[in-house]
Nanobody, 119 residues
């Protein structure tokens, strides 16, 4: 059974920082690209950051320079360090694990963790 469990969300003031964690089980973690997505109230889910199995990263323009995604394959965990947080970063943040092999795709999601940026 595959599980992705996010943690680290909460309430933070503008300009503050949070670090999200996503612990994976039931998959060979090192073989998956991992990502963070978010859904703000009334909006569609959007990509925040991804990291490939080899460590290449990609970021949404809105978070470049403020957020950093990283992974620890020994701990089966992916992180999202969020600095200089803005009210518009308020959303539910979801962890994703994705693997494409030929015509086969495996895609898993966590339950989400709420991040609220407010004074």
């Amino acid at each position: 059974q595959v599980q992705l469990v996010e943690s680290g969300g909460g309430l933070v003031q503008p300009g503050g920082s949070l670090r999200l964690s996503c612990a994976a089980s039931g998959i060979i973690f090192s073989g998956y690209a991992m990502g963070w997505y978010r859904r703000a109230p009334g909006k569609q889910r959007e990509l925040v950051a991804t990291i490939t199995s080899s460590g290449s990263t990609n970021y949404a323009d809105s978070v470049k320079g403020r957020f950093t995604i990283s992974r620890d394959n020994a701990k089966n965990t992916v992180y999202l360090q969020m600095n200089s947080l803005k009210p518009e970063d308020t959303a539910v943040y979801y962890c994703n694990a994705n693997q494409v092999r030929g015509f086969s795709t495996r895609d898993f999601w966590g339950q989400g963790t709420q991040v609220t940026v407010s004074s």
